[in-house]
């Protein structure tokens, strides 16, 4: 996009965010109490696809590849986590605390090394032997894999819900007035900021996170210069794999209940937040998550000219769309080739 | 050639030496193409003659009672969603076999032409009572009634502006980011479709609870058989329904067919074919780069459009439940188990698959529990329920060992070899492009 000179479709993406500003200021006015309330909501459930967003965007960021499985790896560790924390550990309600914290690191552990085993095998079966093939050749393959993954979870739980107890209390850590913040919703922020700020200062900081810059600006010289590029590959979707295992741990214990196909729709939602964001970009992931979050749960929680939960998916894919369209980079992305 | 000095008698040998060299060479090339082609028509002729046959219930019936593969053949009711589906994926193979752009929302395609038979041939919209040719309904009846026939182009038309209105923006995009937004505009429909029987108070799709029923094909008074004609005046009050709607899905198959099958040799299906191999190059050579993609993503709709209002009068409703990504996913692996670009690959996937989708997979799971899982497990699995696993694992397969697909298309399979393509393979981070 030119900059400088205002073009016609730059004017309409000002336009609409000025609608959105103006939609957003009328109903904090009329109730801020609600409009705080659900903005912790929203920044809640944001965080969680923050997690999904990152694991998508550490694979686009070194393959320029669409890993569509990526959303049924965190659907199918979480429902292995599930079965950990009923099955094993019997966890109730009532449970105490000691044992609801040994569930939960247990159950954390097996989904997070599950998931990133099963990510590295995806990529070893898959992927590997087409890095060289035209790139529609991977995009298919990929949603090929999700469809085995989705079908993995399918054979083994069925198509019922999994639901376990509330572990994590949804009464208030500090309330004022009408706006409280909820202890489970505390723990889900805890979680996503640390696991943000510890991958950004590896891909910055360390050896491995030097390779797999490396590796995605250029593969060939990489190998030139001693870089294990399918080591770095590998590692890049174990490490997006673990995430993936983490929010699906997180997702179970803040919204209790998932499905098999609960990854398709929350992947979507996940990519479309790391191309919000930028994708690539790890603040951008983050970034696009929570705005995300914050959008459908304003859309379904405020009261002032609101669409409604009917037309969420539509709004998430409209914003997809309309950030493709008017500014494919994303919001802190570098200039892709797709920017022209 | 002919030069002043030449003498009339001169030039009168030479224009009859030319004139028996033109004729001896029509003669031959003529009778070369008569045997050609007669040898490259047998296959064909017998196909469809054996396709045309195959609903009369002596066929249909001797072949389902044939012991060990008299399963593998389907009713006529059956046949027809398979034609239909394979019409869908010959569309869908103009955008992706064709012009290389992966559309992974060709289900909103699908759903436009399935509405439009809504809207235009069934009592949806009360308000008005609009008849045009229509197949034998009392004319009193409320809504909108113009014979199916019309309503299926005007189907295709207006999927096809849906079409150009999807493309318009976001072809402009490469690759993986255009599939993600046809998934997105794919994902979008549906939902648009359920919500929208409330607009302001005006019922637009009757909600979740879809439009039904729809109108049947018919001739009507005009030229049906009940005021003289030949033509069934109904399809669906005739005695053999079913061979009817089957018939006529053959019928507009085969049209798509030729149409996909000229379109390719044309000048906008090599443009296609050469954005396909390299878009820079092919902008560098002239080729308009967004009209010609959108002229593929139109007709590829088009035929969507048709084949989805169809399916809605077969049906006799158009359902927002229907319409779900994993169609998409569906007619896809259509495409790329026959092979992109590849008629004849797309027409055998789309039977195949559209059969395994119907009725195959229950068969074959049948098969499997008689023969392995209850014997050695004890248990029967149900393998329906698994048929987008299967479609996975078929995709995944024949990208990894087959990507050219079962009957690749000549051309394709050479650029897969070669390696003729634009996008850099899972590439790189382009940083100074």
Known sequence: ?340 | MMTEQQTPQQRKDEEQRLQEVIAQRTQRSAGLWRRETAVALIPLVLVIGYAIIYPFEAVYTTLREIPGIGDFFPTPGSAVIIIVFTMMAIGLNVVVGYAGLLDLGYVAFYAAGAYMAGWLASQHFEQVTFHFWSPGINPELPGIHINLWIVLLLAGIFTAVVGIVIGLPTLRLRGDYLAIVTLGFGEIVPQFVRNGDNFKGFDLTSGSFGITPIDPPGFGDGLGDGSGGLLPVNFQRSFDAEQLYYWAALGLLLFTVFCCWRLRDSRLGRAWIAIREDETAAAAMGIPLMRTKTWSYAIGAFFGGIAGAYYASFKSGAFPSDFYFNISIFLLCMVILGGMGSIWGVIIAGTILGWLNIEGLGVIGNYLNDWFFEPVTGSRIEVPKYQFGIYGIIIVTMMLFRPTGLIPERRRKLEMEEGVHDEPAMGERAVNR
């Open chain 1, 1 to 340: 996009m030119p900059s400088g000179r205002p073009s016609l479709v730059g004017l309409l993406g000002l336009f609409f965010l000025l609608l959105i500003i103006v939609w957003l200021g009328v109903n904090f006015v009329k109730d801020p109490q609600e409009f705080i309330n659900v903005f912790f909501v929203g920044l809640t459930r944001g965080a969680v696809y923050a997690l999904i967003a990152l694991g998508y965007t550490l694979v686009y960021g070194i393959l320029q590849l669409i890993n569509f499985a990526h959303g049924d790896v965190f659907a199918l560790s979480g429902l292995i986590a599930s079965s950990v924390l009923l099955s094993v550990f019997g966890v109730t309600t009532d449970s105490g605390a000691g044992l609801v914290i040994v569930a939960i690191a247990v159950a954390l552990i097996v989904a997070m090394v599950l998931a990133s085993t099963l990510n590295v095998t995806i990529e070893f079966v898959g992927y590997r032997r087409l890095r060289h093939a035209p790139r529609l050749a991977a995009l298919i393959t990929a949603i090929g894999m999700s469809f085995i993954v989705q079908n993995i979870a399918l054979a083994i739980y069925d198509v019922d819900y999994q639901s376990i107890p509330r572990l994590i209390p949804n009464s208030s850590v500090l309330t004022i007035g009408e706006v409280a913040l909820q202890w489970n919703k505390l723990f889900v922020l805890a979680l996503t900021i640390p696991v943000l700020l510890a991958l950004t200062w590896m891909v910055r900081e360390t050896r491995h996170g030097k390779a797999m810059r490396a590796t995605s600006q250029d593969r060939d010289a990489s190998a030139m210069m001693g870089i294990d590029v399918n080591r770095t590959i590998s590692f890049t979707f174990a490490l997006a794999g673990s995430l993936a295992g983490a929010a699906g741990l997180l997702f179970l214990l803040y919204f209790t209940t998932m499905r098999y196909d609960t990854g398709f729709e929350l992947g979507l939602i996940a990519f479309t937040a790391a191309v919000l964001g930028g994708i690539g970009n790890l603040t951008g992931a983050v970034l696009g998550g929570i705005l995300i979050g914050l959008i459908q749960e304003f859309n379904e929680g405020l009261a002032w000219a609101t669409p409604g939960g009917d037309w969420t998916r539509s709004i998430v894919f409209g914003i997809l769309i309309a950030i493709l369209v008017f500014r494919p980079s994303g919001l802190l992305g570098e200039q892709t080739p797709e920017g022209e």
